[in-house]
Structure formats: structure tokens, C-alpha cells
């Protein structure tokens, strides 16, 4: 998969496809990549001139697919109870008697 679209990564990890990103207007693929651990830094947008080096990437991650797909798997999971631990210290964050406490006054 070669994709510019932070979901696009979410979703390739879940499923243990890798891919090869690309720069968006956004920070969120370059900080998704740097939080995944991924062996492959995000990538400048498509031209004409970096054609050659995304065809020798791409070449670089299906030689080495298994291994990152594997990676991928094992990430992906460890990511999601990260997402699932931050939200959790949020809710009880706000539905702590403290924080109803401060915002009545």
C-alpha cells in the first residue's frame, strides 16, 4: 500500500499490510509513523523526480513483508491499549469527584 492518508495507515497496520507513506498536509502520518516504530520514514509526495526512490522502497518493504507484517501486528495491538489506557485515565479524569468539585464552582 502507498498512501498519504493517516487512516490509511491506521487501517494497513490493523490488518498487518505495510505500506509506504507519504507526506500529507498534516503532522499526523509523520507522528503516526514515529510512534509505530516503522522502518520506513514518510516519504516526500509523489513527482517525477522522487519516482525512482519510491519504486526502490517499495521493492525494499515487499522483500521484507513478512518480517514487517508481523511488526505491524504486534505494534498495531500495543498502540490500541495505549489509545485505550489515555482514554480511560480521561473519562475517569473527568468523572472524578475532583474535577465535578472544581467545575460546580
Known amino acids: 500500500l502507498i498512501t498519504d492518508r493517516y ?3 491506521i487501517f494497513a497496520t490493523q490488518m498487518g499490510t505495510p505500506f509506504l507513506p507519504l507526506a500529507s ?3 499526523k502520518s509523520t507522528g503516526y509513523v514515529a510512534d509505530l516504530g516503522y522502518p520506513v520514514n514518510v ?3 509523489l513527482s517525477h523526480d ?8 517499495v521493492g ?3 522483500e521484507r513483508r ?3 507484517a508481523g511488526d505491524l501486528v504486534q505494534k498495531g495491538v500495543l ?13 475517569d479524569t473527568l468523572f472524578s469527584e475532583d474535577w465535578e468539585s472544581e467545575s460546580s464552582e
Request: proline share 3%; no cysteine.
Open 25 to 27: 498536509t498534516t503532522h
Open 7 to 9: 487512516h490509511g495507515m
Open 50 to 57: 522522487s519516482l525512482q526512490d519510491i519504486v526502490k522502497l
Open 79 to 91: 498502540l490500541k491499549m495505549r489509545v485505550y489506557e489515555t482514554y480511560e485515565s480521561l473519562i
Open 43 to 45: 516519504q516526500p509526495a
Open 60 to 62: 525494499e518493504i515487499l
Open 66 to 68: 513478512k518480517e514487517i
